[in-house]
């Protein structure tokens, strides 16, 4: 497969602080993949990054392929995402279905469990992540309060956490996030749903997409629930943009189409290959069957972040460029900013604007 490199890179002149300059526009999509990013000239980007505020390392050595990025970060093979972490264990899961254990639990203690996310400090009340004291609330997130607002102005590695920044799949609108597979909306989560053999979460017989929950004691949230599918069922249907997917490839594509929410939001791709010797491409449609952009960088997980106009229908194809053996592996996921953050202050020749 052939495929043209996009050249339309996004600039303009640096005018934002870390919490200034916010911007709403989905009028053009905006895109970063591994690829621009590990190829950022760190002169263009703005809010400007201090190296003196960015912690530890300097921000060249946080690109290398050898950092969080790469193979050997939390987004790798060796990561929380991959095989070694919670996701897959089965004792971790409420379901009846996974692999081929079959898990149950009293009625009262699935009850119990059902009930305890609107309790005081549970990760599905107002006081937990997805509440008014998490990252996802604008007074955070956006860095109007502290300590959000501290946070991005001392730490500028945290600043490029968020949307179309360098280091933003590692960040709250990613897989690694609340709204992510391993938060409380994920199959380890605290919504106390079972799911049925193939993935999707279940209240008695009734798929489940979805869960309300409190956000502040004085109004409510609903958040998408992450799904954990297998590519067999994956590939059937039309995907939102929260879930993952797991996959046994050989040479062929596997290909996923992607039905857009009712607004606007930003979506991140990731691509965690399962064996650390096996390596992969993500090709990004749109609903012709036109390229938008594609995440090839060797020696990096493979993401792609962008701007999705509501109702907007995509296909995400998975290309194996490289396996150990003649079958490889690998989780995709896909997070969606959800309606509450979609907006974003990061520029630089990192992003490319289609």
Known sequence: MFLFPLLIIYTQSCS?????????NYQKMIITTANS???VDLTTVCPKIDPDKVPDLTPQEYLSSNSCLGYLGPLGPYGPLSLIGPLS??????????FFWQISMPTVLQEIIQYTPYQQGDPMSKDGPLGYKGPLSKTQYYGQQDPGKTLFETNDFAVQLRAFGLWSALGPIGPLGPLGALGPLGPIGAHGYSVDINGNYINGSKIVKTITIDYDGNSTRTYPLYEFYYSSYAKTILLDTSFVVESVVCQGDDAYQIGSQHFNQIVTFVLTPLTALESYSLILEDQSGKIITQSNANNYIQTIQLTVKMNTKLTIIVHPTFLFTTIGSYRLFVTGSTEYISEYNISGNQIISK
């Open 16 to 24: 934002n602080t870390a919490n200034t300059g916010w911007n709403n």
């Open 37 to 39: 990013i590990t190829n």
């Open 89 to 98: 264990n089965p004792l971790w899961y409420t379901s009846k279905f996974y």
